[in-house]
Antibody, heavy 118, light 111 residues
Framework: QIQLVQSGAEVKEPGASVKVSCKAS????????IHWVRQAPGQGLEWVGC????????DYAQNFQGKVTMTSDTSTSTAYMELNRLTSDDTAVYYC???????????WGQGAPVTVSS | QSVLTQPPSVSGAPGQRVTISCTGS?????????AYWYQHLPGTAPKLLIY???NRPSGVPDRFSGSKSGSSASLTITGLQAEDEGDYYC???????????FGGGTKLTVL
């Protein structure tokens, strides 16, 4: 069955970077975008951006430009999201999800909690 | 402040029907971009309920239905069940922001 399995919880200090992974299985990885969505404590869902494993091209939400870098490795069917210059506002659960550029996000990872604290 | 506006909460008794609205603008739903709906239950990942305004993915009960009119979309749940309790989000694409946008979410309480 199709699965997206994310890396575990992270605790980082302000100013540091974090890299979250998302390993896909049971489908052709390069046929779908990987989107990243976050949910801060007590808040709603927020789209961070997406990457095409086929082209390697990324599209980031305006709020995250300069903040996030998305990459993918087709040899391991794994997508990565790196956030830099972390602040407490980046404390959230980060989900990866499968989809096309448009369209619904039909499979989701289990979520990766990132806590930014000194 | 979300680009797509949803009521913060709705409630209904088991067996009843509830509707959750999602109000957008000429930059997103009104620009003919499709609306999507997700169910987010506590401790789980979000789940796609409705795609392309009105379509249900395989496995989603027909108690869930979606509609779109102008710059707004709606999710209707009939025959409410206790396990429907959770948060519901609409999502679309916004031309001005050049990206996907989510509504602020609606908490459904089954009384």
């Amino acid at each position: 069955q199709i699965q997206l399995v994310q890396s575990g919880a992270e605790v980082k200090e302000p100013g540091a970077s974090v890299k979250v992974s998302c390993k896909a299985s049971a489908y052709t990885f390069s046929d779908y975008y990987i989107h990243w969505v976050r949910q801060a404590p007590g808040q709603g869902l927020e789209w961070v951006g997406c990457i095409s494993p086929n082209s390697g091209g990324g599209d980031y939400a305006q709020n995250f430009q300069g903040k996030v870098t998305m990459t993918s490795d087709t040899s391991t069917s794994t997508a990565y999201m790196e956030l830099n210059r972390l602040t407490s506002d980046d404390t959230a659960v980060y989900y990866c999800a499968r989809g096309h550029f448009f369209g619904g996000l039909d499979y989701w990872g289990q979520g990766a909690p990132v806590t930014v604290s000194s | 402040q979300s680009v797509l506006t949803q009521p913060p909460s709705v409630s209904g008794a088991p067996g009843q029907r509830v509707t959750i609205s999602c109000t957008g603008s000429s930059s997103n739903i009104g620009a003919d971009f499709d609306a999507y709906w997700y169910q987010h239950l506590p401790g789980t990942a979000p789940k796609l309920l409705i795609y392309g305004n009105t379509n249900r993915p395989s496995g989603v009960p027909d108690r869930f239905s979606g509609s779109k009119s102008g710059s707004s979309a709606s999710l209707t749940i009939t025959g409410l069940q206790a396990e429907d309790e959770g948060d519901y989000y609409c999502q679309s694409y916004d031309r001005s922001l050049s990206g996907r946008v989510f509504g602020g979410g609606t908490k459904l309480t089954v009384l």
